[in-house]
Structures are given as structure tokens and as C-alpha cells.
């Protein structure tokens, strides 16, 4: 059975770091690409970053470029997302989500149960 | 960026009815490269549809997508209480950056 677990959120003041985590079992991690999503409180989803099987491909939306990191430890069978300089708009519950493709940029076939972030000093 | 327009926001049909929901893309979306997901309250995303019409795995055949091009709609054949929930539309044929419609609420009338 695939599982995705994320840890690392929390309340965090404006202009702070925050980094997420996501564990994954149940599939050979390392063959496929990974991504993060967000859902502010009420709101609709956004696709945040990417990055394929081997870091060779790697996305970031707009809203979040030059300020998130996202990577990955195949030997760890876990995902990251490194958050700097937060905002109070980057306030969401993040998933964690499964690429159908090791390349990436395919649709996404499982979803980890989120972990919140809420930025506010 | 394509932009998708979900419609209605929200739908208000009852058990056993049939359900139409659409996804209008601001360009044409490659290779009907068209998702949709079903999120229940406190759940996360579901995958229901993958290619603008394929199931995915354990998804009940009441459930089908049709579209190509610039419009797609996903259609619930017969209602049954648990679906009831908000369903997104996801492009990914011209990825990076993956776009969402913005939902549409299926609701018990």
C-alpha cells in the first residue's frame, strides 16, 4: 500500500524558514517523480514544485521560486521542501504527491494527508 | 500558463441523478493531457481520471471523462451518497507549471 507522510508544519512568522518533509513507503520511491501541493484554508489547490526520479528535472511555480527548495534522499525514501522567507499567503496545508512517471510532470495518482503551515507573526 | 475554468461552482442534484461537470482550458490542452480528483472534507485528493477519459485503478465505472482540445467534462452516471465532495479538473500536458481548475461543490439537493 502506498503511504505519504508529512511532517514539519507548524506556525512560523513572516520572513522565517520551515522545512518539510514527506516520508514515502509501499513503492520504489526512487522511481518516480515526487511533487508538493498547497491548499490554502477554503481555497482550491496549487501546485507548488516538482522534481524527477533522479533531481535531473526539477519546477517551481511562480508564487514560490528563488524562495522554496525542493529535494529529495532516495536512500531515505523521502522528499523535502525547504521554505525560506515565508509569507503570509504561503499559509496552507501542503500535500505531498506521488508523479505517475519517473520524468515527472504526469498526473499525480497519490496524495499524502497534508501537513498545515500557517505563516503569522 | 493555461488556465482552467471549472463549471458550475457548485452543483445541487440529489442520489441517483446525474452529474455534469465541466473544465474549460484557456488553450488547447496537449495530448488531452486532462485529470480530474474527487476531495471529500478533511481528505486529501483523490485521483478519478487520468488522460481526460481513462479510470484510474479502483474507480467505479459510474464515473467517466470525455473532452479533447480546449473542453472536458467529467460525468457521475448515478449518484451515490459518498459522492457528494468538490472535484478538480488538472492539466499536465504542458507541464511545468501544473494548473487546477478552480472546482467545482457537488452537493446533496
Known amino acids: 500500500e502506498v503511504q505519504l507522510v508529512e511532517s514539519g508544519g507548524g506556525l512560523v512568522q513572516p520572513g522565517r524558514s520551515l522545512r518539510l518533509s514527506c516520508a514515502a513507503s509501499?513503492?520504489?520511491?526512487?522511481?518516480?517523480?515526487m511533487h508538493w501541493v498547497r491548499q490554502a484554508p477554503g481555497k482550491g489547490l496549487e501546485w507548488v514544485s516538482g522534481i524527477s526520479w533522479n533531481r535531473g528535472s526539477i519546477g517551481y511555480a511562480d508564487s514560490v521560486k528563488g524562495r522554496f527548495t525542493i529535494s529529495r534522499d532516495n536512500a531515505k525514501n523521502s522528499l523535502y521542501l525547504q521554505m525560506n522567507s515565508l509569507r503570509p499567503e504561503d499559509t496552507a496545508l501542503y500535500y505531498c504527491?506521488?508523479?505517475?512517471?519517473?520524468?515527472?510532470?504526469?498526473?499525480?495518482?497519490?496524495w499524502g494527508q497534508g501537513t498545515l503551515v500557517t505563516v503569522s507573526s | 500558463e493555461i488556465v482552467l475554468t471549472q463549471s458550475p461552482g457548485t452543483l445541487s442534484l440529489s442520489p441517483g441523478e446525474r452529474a455534469t461537470l465541466s473544465c474549460r482550458a484557456s488553450q488547447s490542452v496537449t495530448r488531452s493531457y486532462l485529470a480530474w480528483y474527487q476531495q471529500k472534507p478533511g481528505q486529501a485528493p483523490r485521483l478519478l481520471i487520468y488522460g481526460a477519459s481513462s479510470r484510474a485503478t479502483d474507480i467505479p465505472d459510474r464515473f467517466s471523462g470525455s473532452g479533447s482540445g480546449t473542453d472536458f467534462t467529467l460525468t457521475i452516471s448515478r449518484l451515490e451518497p459518498e459522492d457528494f465532495a468538490v472535484y478538480y479538473c488538472q492539466q499536465y500536458g504542458s507541464s511545468p507549471p501544473y494548473t487546477f481548475g478552480q472546482g467545482t461543490k457537488l452537493e446533496i439537493k
Open positions: 509501499g513503492f520504489s520511491f526512487d522511481d518516480y517523480a
Open positions: 504527491a506521488k508523479d505517475s512517471d519517473p520524468h515527472g510532470w504526469y498526473f499525480f495518482d497519490f
